[in-house]
């Protein structure tokens, strides 16, 4: 029998899509698939396929003939070709052009724009579906979007984020509010990337009604990002208790160091963060946008996007609450149950590759 290869698309490579790439390449390999991943080099610095045991080929985020051929000669020979994402998958469809490789589109999230622009992105949506022999969609609402693209198959395929390491100790969480200085405070943290669409302007809307609490919160928001410089004005022009800090590597230690985690964004799919978060069994308040319903259930306190006073009033309410904040904790574990594991997110996927390849291969365990 003959080795499955698949080779694995991002482009820019959001930090949800990167960790599932990430976590699908170790699992494929691990059942004897060959796997090539093909990204900026610096999404390989990050997450390390080369370390998953993938073959890596650099593709810069550009779309011109170059990157396309460089993309197109990665994909020679594949049996099946899976991109992450609407720009790749566009540039996986130029490079695939009229070869017979299947490809399998997985859309992470949904892209926003408006006017031309986003009559551009619906367009490249309808020939991206339409090109994929299956897409997958991180929850309901991108799958119905795909179907209404015109997708000929599209399947929900929930991600899962890899679970947090056993070692974040309450002493890392100590450590990390020692450093930020809320060691006497309420310590609040959001987590992304410092664009329009996650929904920080918001959040400093509320930090403001925060400045009425005793003792007052710290917001901490780790991300970079366009907004940074204007969202910085703003913070020190006004006196806000907020903290942008920056890219961090320490992510899971700032969660599990948090009273309340934020997640004030216009659209999310399964955010790595409210995932990380039930996880951890902190309270977490979100925007009841996109897939975040489906994802959370009744283990988050839900507000309306953009309603700084909505956001403001749930967190105050948890701060003042500790038996609430207690419950939310054992709920968010228990709702993070109910997710599938690492492993059957990969056994989804490579069902799907059988499929299409018209039947197993041989593989080790």
């Known amino acids: 029998m003959t080795q499955l290869h698949t080779v694995q698309v991002l482009g820019g490579g959001s930090a949800g899509s990167s960790a599932h790439v990430r976590s699908l390449a170790a699992g494929l390999v691990a059942r004897g698939v060959r796997v090539t991943v ?115 198959d599209a399947r929900l395929g929930p991600v899962s984020v890899p679970a947090p390491h056993a070692g974040t100790t309450e002493s890392e969480a100590g450590k990390a509010r020692a450093e930020l200085g809320a060691m006497d405070r309420p310590l609040l943290v959001a ?20 400045l009425r609490h005793d003792p007052v919160p710290l917001v901490a928001v ?54 990380e978060a039930l996880r951890l069994g902190v309270p977490l308040v979100a925007t009841a946008v996109g897939g975040v319903p489906e994802l959370v259930g009744d283990a988050a306190e839900l507000v309306p996007y953009g309603d700084a006073g909505a956001l403001a009033g749930a967190v105050t309410a948890l701060l003042t609450d500790p038996g609430r904040r207690a419950a939310l904790a054992v709920a968010g574990r228990r709702q993070a149950a109910t997710w599938p594991t690492e492993d059957e997110t990969i056994a989804q996927v490579l069902s799907v590759y059988d499929e299409l390849c018209a039947g197993p291969r041989a593989r080790t365990p």
Not at 191 to 210: I, K
């Open 222 to 275: 780790a991300g970079e990002g366009r907004q940074r410089p204007a969202l910085q004005r703003r913070i020190d022009a006004e006196g806000l208790p907020v903290r942008l800090l920056g890219r961090r590597h320490d992510v899971t230690a700032l969660l599990a160091a948090a009273d309340v985690a934020l997640l004030p964004s216009r659209w999310e799919a399964r955010a790595p963060l409210a995932q």
């Open 38 to 152: 093909c990204a900026p080099v610096e999404l390989d610095q990050a997450y390390d396929f080369l370390g998953a045991g993938a073959h890596f080929v650099p593709v810069p985020r550009r779309g011109d003939p170059v990157a396309v051929g460089t993309l197109r000669g990665a994909c020679a020979g594949a049996d099946v070709v899976h991109a992450h994402g609407l720009h790749a998958s566009v540039r996986a469809g130029l490079a695939l052009g009229p070869q017979r490789v299947p490809l399998v589109v997985t859309w992470h999230t949904r892209t926003h724009a408006e006017g031309a622009r986003g009559r551009l992105l619906r367009l490249m949506e309808r020939r991206t579906v339409r090109a994929a022999a299956v897409v997958l969609g991180t929850s309901s609402e991108l799958v119905d979007r795909a179907r209404r693209r015109g997708a000929r």
């Open 191 to 210: 987590v992304g990337a410092l664009e329009p669409h996650r929904g920080y302007g918001t959040l400093l809307d509320a930090s403001q009604l925060w």
